[in-house]
Structure formats: C-alpha cells, structure tokens
C-alpha cells in the first residue's frame, strides 16, 4: 500500500524522525514494531532509509520496539547506501580530476554536492552524478569518451545524455533545465552562463569538487524538484536536499536574487508553498528560509503532501506500466493533472510543460535532433 494512503500517524512519526536526523531536534516517540515496519517502508517508498533508521537508532532507543530480525534487514540496507556513497565519493573526485587534467570545464550539481551538507552525508540515498559542461558537446564528447572508456551519442537529443561506468550512472548536461518558455529558457540559460565566473566548491572526502554558487544552485533545486513534481511527482527526500542546502548557505544565499529569478520564472508561488514544507514539517528554522511564508501558501501543504506521499520517489508509485508506450500514456496523463492541479502555483511554466511533453515525444519518436 502507497504512504498516501497510511495511517496519518505513520507520516507524522516520519517527520518527528526526520527533524531529529536534519537538525536534531527530539521529541517523545514511542514506536511499536508493527510502526516500525510501516515507518521504513514508507521510508523507502520517500528514498529516506538511511536517514530515517539512522534516527531512529539515536532517538531514544528504549522508545523503540525492533524485533533483532527486522533490525538486521534495515541495518544491511543502510550499510550498502554508506557503502555506495563511499564508492561515489571515490569515483566523482576521479572524475573532477581526470576533468582537469583534460581541460572540461565542469560543475557537479545536486547528489554529492548537496549529501555532503547533511548531517550523516553517507546515509543520503545517492542517485547519479549530474554534471554541467561549459564548452560545446562536440568538443567534450571525444575526451570523455577516452578518459571514461565509454561510447557517446554523435548529438544530444535531449538536455542530457548519459553514460555508466563502474556501475555508476552519469548524465552530462549542457543546460540544467528544458522550460516550455522560450523566454524563460533563455534567461535561465544566460544566468548559468554567468556562474562559469563564480564556481564555487565544495570539499568531499578531502577532494574539491566544483559546483554553483549557493543562490542558483538553490534556485536549480527547486526547479528540478518543480518541473519533476509535474512531469512524474517527487519524494521528500529532495525536499530534504533543498532545506539543508537553505540551512548550509543561509548565510550565503543574496535573498533579493534569488527572488528576482523566481519572479523572472514565474515561479515564486511554488517556492513559498513548498516552503512551508519545509518549516512547518521537516523543521528547516524559519531564519534560513529566505522569504516569509504566509496563511495562502500553507494552504498548498496538504496536496503537496498528498502527492508526495501518493507516488513516491519520482511518482514510481503512481506507475502500473514499466515502459512502452502505455507508460508514456501514464506520464501524459500526470502532467496533464498536475499541470491544472498546480497552475496558479507557476502559471507560465506548468501549462507549458503540456506543450514540452508532446514535443518531446515527438523528437524521440521521429529522432529529431534538438535545433
């Protein structure tokens, strides 16, 4: 059964472990077995294992009944995140500096780059590494294609192309985000570009690891969580990424930017209503989140959370189909609901989004290179 549909008292003692594990604050939790079970699954479903049974573990333990069996199943799935995360780190700072030597200019966006600001970087469920190329595909292509062992496509038909190596999934970005308004991608476009004076870097298992400047690297998070809200749905775990980017660089971030690119985006609705998320339920302090959050857009919590707790990571929940065409159908249908679902929150890029979806189709069913 899907988190949505729980027992509301299993997403609040989510939230109660996920304050603890982001910022430790405690409260009385007593948690039987049969809790126990429906937490981590609901855990799982929000790609927040590691997180979650690490704070469980901390949060009183006398408080919590976990049969030795169920214990040692979770205990191994949070040893392969650690794990894996370890393997990741090793890998990406290989990569930076195989990058260097070879002369791509590069910045690392979103997984490692935002894990390293929790508190337990090791238990944030990795995905891939995405990264951002400053020259031209052509040029990149080739040096990557020798320095990672791996084949490229000969064009980008997306904004992205991937490729694996070592069991690790990389995706090489020449701009972070496809709007469906041309203005706003142009925007978006000649801010990035800006940022290739400003790379900023942060330190990963003693490795410098280049990324954005905290206000657009906080600005591309929530738009990646946004348009993935539309398109597919999202989980809380990055809701999580996005309140502990606000709390690591609250200090950082140039709150009047950062509003003007959410206003130029048309997008400053949805910030706020997932901001009050964030405070009110994860407990991000209501000091690090830049703008005041109001009645109206708390309004949006309860079908945002709806949602979230509905499908899950990426809205996989949501999903009957595994591929073909009939999940395309699917996907089609999501972003047309959440398109009318969440208009007002950014009117100008969600009902665009409908246009961006049948576009893309149609570039990939036709093979189509991007202009």
């Known amino acids: 059964m899907a988190s949505g549909k729980m027992d509301k008292q299993i997403q609040n003692l989510l939230f109660c472990v996920l304050r603890f594990a982001l910022w430790g604050e405690t409260s009385e939790c007593s948690i039987s077995s049969e809790d126990f079970s429906k937490l981590m699954n609901c855990a799982k479903e929000q790609t927040l294992i590691g997180l979650v049974f690490e704070g469980l573990l901390k949060l009183k333990q006398e408080d919590v009944d976990i049969p030795r069996k169920t214990l040692l199943k979770w205990l191994a799935t949070a040893d392969k995140i650690r794990k894996r995360n370890i393997r990741m780190n090793s890998d990406l700072a290989s990569f930076v500096a195989q990058c260097k030597d070879n ?183 209501a000091t690090d989140f830049p703008f005041e959050i109001s009645d109206d857009n708390r309004k949006w919590k309860k079908k945002l959370l709806e949602d979230i707790f509905r499908g899950g990571n990426f809205g996989k929940l949501n999903h009957k189909a595994k591929k073909g065409w009939h999940l395309k159908l699917e996907t089609a249908h999501f972003v047309l609901r959440n398109s009318f679902r969440y208009y007002s929150l950014a009117p100008t890029e969600t009902i665009l989004q409908i246009k961006k979806l049948v576009k893309g189709n149609i570039r990939i069913f036709f093979h189509i290179k991007n202009p």
């Not at 090791?122 to 052509?138: A, E, M």
């Not at 000969?154 to 904004?159: F, I, N, P, R, S």
């Not at 330190?203 to 998070?221: H, M, Q, R, S, W």
């Open 103 to 285: 002369n791509i200019d590069i910045v690392i966006v979103k997984g490692q780059t935002v894990g390293c600001f929790y508190p337990q970087p090791l238990l944030r469920q990795s995905g891939d590494i995405d990264f951002l190329v400053k020259d031209n595909y052509d040029f990149v292509r080739g040096k990557i294609e020798k320095m990672m062992g791996v084949t490229l496509p000969g064009y980008m038909l997306e904004k992205e192309v991937e490729f694996q190596c070592n069991g690790i999934i990389y995706e090489l970005h020449k701009t972070l985000v496809r709007f469906g308004s041309n203005k706003n991608q142009q925007y978006w476009d000649n801010l990035t570009d800006e940022t290739w004076a400003d790379v900023r870097y942060v330190n990963i298992e003693g490795a410098d690891i280049p990324t954005l400047p905290p206000t657009i690297n906080v600005a591309y998070i929530f738009i990646h969580l946004y348009i993935h809200l539309i398109r597919e749905g999202v989980a809380l775990r990055q809701l999580c990424d996005l309140a502990v980017m606000l709390h690591a660089h609250a200090d950082e971030i140039e709150r009047d930017k950062l509003a003007e690119i959410l206003e130029k985006l048309d997008m400053q609705k949805a910030f706020l209503a997932f901001g009050a998320i964030m405070v009110d339920e994860l407990g991000l302090p």
